[in-house]
């Protein structure tokens, strides 16, 4: 068995839009000002919240989505978070309560603070507050399965004209006279209604357009909200009440650098899990992140190429216009080199991609010997398993995660000699299994999916070997 205790805390809602998300940027903001190693994560598959929160942290961002993973999955995730950390913010998804289905609390933010023994700290929107506001907070603290619920923190309050911008909102005191009469939790702070604006990105994963390019002013405006609304010290003090995150088994040690992957991280490239790259890492990636769109070449002396989800919608003209990096992908892929690619990264893989269907076809890499087109089904959760040997590991293997059903491959160019093999078979709810996971070569896999390497660490420590293989092959190839 082995246990870690770090401070932290999971902020939940009341329902959802009550601001939960831009309470946890600005936490981690001051966090950070305060000169503490802030890690976060996101519940549910909020993936562009995650990478929004990794550029403020610095870290990974971990996603812990109860559709992907199991409790043991979970809780090695979030304890991996807390490895080097001073505290963890979790950012929850939606109420409290509120699960995958109706009267299902299977993924809802109180399962996984159930699971994981991590206090909850309630952002609630008390237009109007008397009594009745101590009754919503003991019905959550007393719901069945109810994790500790340490505190609250109002939103949207009235602002008060000329007040004191650095003195706590008056109405939190009187918010605390009615908690304190019921023995309620209490509020640890409360913010005022405030000119500050913000688009946040989607909850759930979406390759429509790049919507986490945020102002700095922004960040500096909710940090410095945060700072002067929320008693941070007290709510730190809450987060030591979490339970010590135990391990059944031990986790491998971290691995020595074994090889270099490139990464693709740019305004077009940066859906993916972060968990992917964090587990890379840990497994001895060193990771090299480059620009599709503004470089004209892979990193040198690399062994694999990490190909994320993209925007292609937003970019894929101006990406088909780069033939340098197109050329340099193909030549590193033929060459041996090992390539993973996700979501619409997999569409720039294909020979053609159209930005709509039946409309122009734009010059893909061409490792795929398909075109690729946009497509519009629904967004699921998957499950997903190996059927043939692959950079990803053996047959057998199982792995969860998401689709967004935006992207398709129609029928394979006739005498590309290029095979296809499909090296996945993915089970969507409701519908037959189908063949997917496209390799054009015993290096190469490809998916319109979003694969949870926390589901299986495995596939991360295969692909690292694959990649470390490949670079030694591949350390006198000039393009290298």
């Known amino acids: 068995m082995v246990t870690h205790s770090v401070p932290r805390v999971l902020i939940g809602g009341t329902s959802s839009q009550v601001g939960k998300s831009l309470i946890v940027l600005g936490l981690l903001v001051a966090l950070r000002k305060r000169g503490l190693s802030v890690s976060c994560c996101v519940t549910g598959d909020a993936l562009h919240h995650a990478l929004l929160y990794s550029r403020i942290t610095r870290r990974y961002t971990r996603v812990l989505d109860r559709t992907a993973l199991g409790h043991a999955e979970l809780v090695a995730a979030l304890y991996q978070a807390s490895l080097g950390a001073d505290v963890v913010i979790i950012d929850g998804r939606g109420g409290l309560y ?138 730190l003090r809450a987060g030591a009440s979490a339970a010590p995150l135990t391990l059944s088994t031990k986790l491998p040690e971290p691995g020595n650098r074994k090889c270099r992957i490139a990464v693709t991280d740019d305004g077009c490239f940066n859906v ?92 893909g890499v061409g490792i795929i010997p398909a075109d690729a087109f946009p497509v519009q089904q629904p967004r699921t959760a998957i499950k997903a398993e190996t059927v043939d040997d692959s950079v990803l590991g053996f047959s057998g293997i199982a792995l969860r995660g998401i689709s967004p059903g935006d992207w398709a491959v129609g029928g394979l160019f006739t005498g590309s000699g290029s095979p296809i093999v499909n090296t996945m078979r993915i089970h969507l709810p409701g519908c037959e299994p189908s063949n997917e996971g496209y390799s054009a070569s015993a290096q190469t896999c490809s998916t319109f999916h979003f694969l949870h390497f926390g589901s299986n660490p495995s596939v991360a420590r295969s692909l690292v070997e694959a990649a470390e293989v490949a670079e030694r092959t591949l350390a006198h190839a000039p393009e290298q």
């Open 98 to 235: 509120d699960g995958v289905s109706p009267g299902n609390e299977l993924g809802s933010d109180a399962e996984i603070a159930a699971i994981t023994g991590t206090p909850v700290v309630l952002v609630h929107k008390p237009l109007d507050f008397s009594n009745s506001i101590a009754a919503i907070a003991q019905g959550f603290a007393q719901f069945k399965g109810a994790p500790p619920i340490v505190g609250m923190i109002a939103n949207r309050l009235s602002p008060i004209p000329d007040g004191d911008p650095f003195l706590p909102h008056p109405a939190v005191q009187m918010l605390n006279q009615v908690m304190d009469a019921y023995r309620a939790p209490r509020f640890l702070g409360g913010l005022p209604d405030s000119s500050i604006s913000a688009q946040l990105p989607p909850s759930q994963v979406s390759q429509e357009e790049n919507s986490t390019s945020l102002p700095m002013q922004l960040f500096i405006d909710v940090g410095n909200l945060v700072s002067n609304d929320v008693d941070i010290d007290a709510l």
């Open 272 to 363: 993916c899990y972060q968990d992917n790259l964090d587990l890379l890492k840990y497994c001895g990636a060193e990771l090299v992140p480059f620009s599709p769109l503004a470089d004209s070449a892979l990193p040198r002396k690399i062994g694999g190429l990490y190909v994320t989800g993209a925007y292609l919608k937003s970019y894929g003209e101006e990406l088909s216009r780069n033939e340098g990096l197109r050329r340099s992908i193909k030549q590193f892929a033929a060459a041996g080199g090992v390539v993973y690619s996700e979501g619409a990264g997999t569409a720039f893989l294909c020979r053609p991609y159209h930005l709509t269907k039946g409309g122009p076809a734009l010059p």
